[in-house]
């Protein structure tokens, strides 16, 4: 069965300080996966995608993520925490490829301190 | 990117009562939609595929009867929760992508409270 595992409900740091955020996927294809981020009262917004392409993802806002097979992860980093950057943060993947079909991981809050 | 909206962004019914929530595509085709709900501190789960024109698909476990998709438009489906109870009171969430897109876009979601 294919599923998606964010291992931190909640992530807190310090505003300049680097941000990971941790997921470990299962699939028994070869998946695309995703990065999402959701603020409060607006919709979920693709941070990242990774499609079989290079395995180091840059996305937008300064966050990149790395697909590593042998991991089975796909952690989501930033280097400089800004404050806007504290939201809800969903890792997804689509067993098949596609983008139809998506698994939300449970989410990670980052809290960013002043 | 493409906006999607929905209508009402929060809603209290009574238990037995019918609810409708409207998903809009502003500024694009949306030749699939997809509903979502997401519970408290939980994950989003996919409830039903649907495609302009056609019956939804739904995800196991989810009655059909109870969650009524219509997507007649290509830039409008409707959720309708019917006799809702308060176990149905969640987050719903509403998605749409354009023929031959590679992403999903999101809507803001729909807090459901069911009294």
């Known amino acids: 069965a294919q599923s998606v595992t964010q291992l931190d409900s909640h992530v807190s740091v310090s505003e300049g300080t680097p941000v990971l955020l941790r997921c470990n996927y299962s699939?028994?294809?070869?998946?695309?996966l995703f990065w999402y981020v959701q603020h409060p009262n607006k919709g979920l917004q693709l941070l990242l995608k990774?499609?079989?392409?290079?395995?180091l993802v840059k996305g937008i806002n300064g966050f990149e993520a790395e697909f590593k097979k042998s991991e089975t992860s796909f952690h989501l980093t930033k280097p400089s925490a800004h404050m806007s950057d504290a939201a809800e943060y969903f890792c997804?993947?689509?067993?098949?490829?596609?983008?139809?079909?998506?698994?939300f991981g449970a989410g990670t809050r980052l809290a960013v301190h002043p | 990117g493409a906006v999607v909206s929905q209508h009402p962004s929060r809603v209290i019914c009574k238990s037995g009562t019918s609810v409708k929530i409207e998903c809009r595509s502003l500024?694009?085709?949306?030749?699939?939609m997809f509903w979502y709900r997401q519970f408290p501190k939980k994950s989003l789960m996919l409830m039903a595929t649907s495609n302009e024109g056609s019956k939804a698909t739904y995800e196991q476990g989810v009655e059909k009867d109870k969650f009524l998709i219509n997507h007649a438009s290509l830039t409008l489906s409707t959720l309708t929760v019917t006799s809702a109870h308060p176990e149905d009171s969640s987050f719903y969430i509403c998605s749409a992508t354009g023929q031959g897109w590679n992403e999903q876009f999101f809507g803001p979601g729909t807090r459901l409270t069911v009294l």
């Open positions: 990774y499609t079989s392409a290079a395995t």
């Open positions: 699939s028994s294809y070869s998946p695309s």
């Open positions: 500024d694009f085709q949306a030749t699939t």
């Open positions: 997804v993947v689509s067993p098949s490829g596609g983008y139809n079909k998506l698994i």
